[in-house]
Every structure is written in structure tokens, then in C-alpha cells.
């Protein structure tokens, strides 16, 4: 079959199989088509179902938002082209609809003559676990604030009051805890919605921006392209072509 014959390749049959062991730990094959080769129960049951049979060869899109299925997918073919995917934190979507904090890392495959296969990672239901909510408490109530009003301008200085910190203590909270500063959280949050919007609607690009807290559409391309290594009229060019083939 397709899937053995990735994983043959790659010989991890039995080292992959320790996953099952681990809570809390999703862990998934794709091929070079992020066509899902293997995963581990904990993810098979994350998706919605029961065995893993019943999502080998699906795709992101099979059981994800079409906007996040945009970002693992594009996520998979920029680190098939070099890019790093390390314990990157960020809130995602639960099996039962709920946001909530994850990690993720994701690595290219290679098969024994170095040749790229496919991709593999990990994602962290950071939640479940003490440490993790640690992490969302010393920093909740600002991130909520900015989740909630990233369309307007907002300051360091009211984050800060908001969090009773000083700005110096809450930048330090961020870098400790999301491993990046409150204008750069602000900014990945817009871009997120951003790629919502590029994904469930028709606004033009430049509504997008404005509607998502950027002033300039050419800082707001800039910026999308930063964090998703594709421009937004790329993007929208990608899910045409999504949905002609579909």
C-alpha cells in the first residue's frame, strides 16, 4: 500500500508506534501531498474518528477549517522547501470546537537516500498539562484583550494595565511564554484573522487589511508574507485552484 511503502522508506514503522504511549501528544506522517500516511490514536480521535483506516490519505482539509487546513498544508511544503516548524505556539482548534493552546514542530521526511518522502510533527495539547497552564495564566488576560479587539489600535501601555505589569514586565512575560513580544503577537493575531477572511470571503485585499487592523495594504501583503511565505492575492490564488480541483 501507498502508506507502508512511505514508511518502509523511512523506516520508523516501530519507533513511530511509541506515540500511542505518550498523552497529549498528536503525532502524523503526510506524504509529499500531506496525504496523512500515519498518525497516532490521540490524533485519529482529535479529527473525529475511531481508527486510523479512516483518515489514511486525507488531507487537512478532510477535517479541518479550510483556513487552517491553508496553513498545515502550506506549512508541510515550506519545510519540504527548508523551513523550520519548531515548538511554535499558537491557539488552534479542539475536536469539540474550542480554542485552545498548542505547540507544534514538523520536520521534512527523507528515506535512506536522502530523498524527501513526505513530512512528520508533533502538536502538544499544551492545556492538558500544568506547565502549560502556567503559561496561559501569567499572560491570559492580554492575550484574550488582543484576540478580542485586534481590528483597533492597541498599546503596550494598556496591555500593561490590563495585566497590572509594567510594559518592561509584560514584554518579558511574552518573550518567556510565547517566545515573542506583545506587538508581534498582535500582529501574527491579525494576520490569522486576516487569512480567515481571505478564505471564507470575497473582500478585496485591501478590506481584509483594513478590517484586520492594518492601515497600509502593501505592510499588510508584507507582513502575510513573513509569516506564511505567500502573498494574500497568492493565497486566494491557491484556494481557486483548491476548489476547481475538488
Known sequence: MHEQTILNKAGVNQLIAAFDLIPDILFWVKDTDSKIVYANQHFVEHQGYKTLEQILLKTDFDFSPQHLAFQYVNDDKRVMDGFMVTDRFELNQTSSGDLAWFSTSKK??????????????????????????????????PVEYIRAHYHRHISIEELAQLAHLSVSALERRFKKHLAKTPNQFINEIRLENARKLLVETRLPVSQVAYQCGFSEPSYFSKQFRRLFGEIPSQLRKELRKELTSS
Open 108 to 141: 521534512v521526511l527523507l528515506d535512506t537516500q536522502n530523498k524527501i518522502i513526505g513530512t512528520y510533527g508533533v502538536t502538544r495539547h499544551l492545556t492538558k498539562t500544568s506547565q502549560a497552564l502556567s503559561h496561559v495564566r501569567a499572560i491570559e488576560a
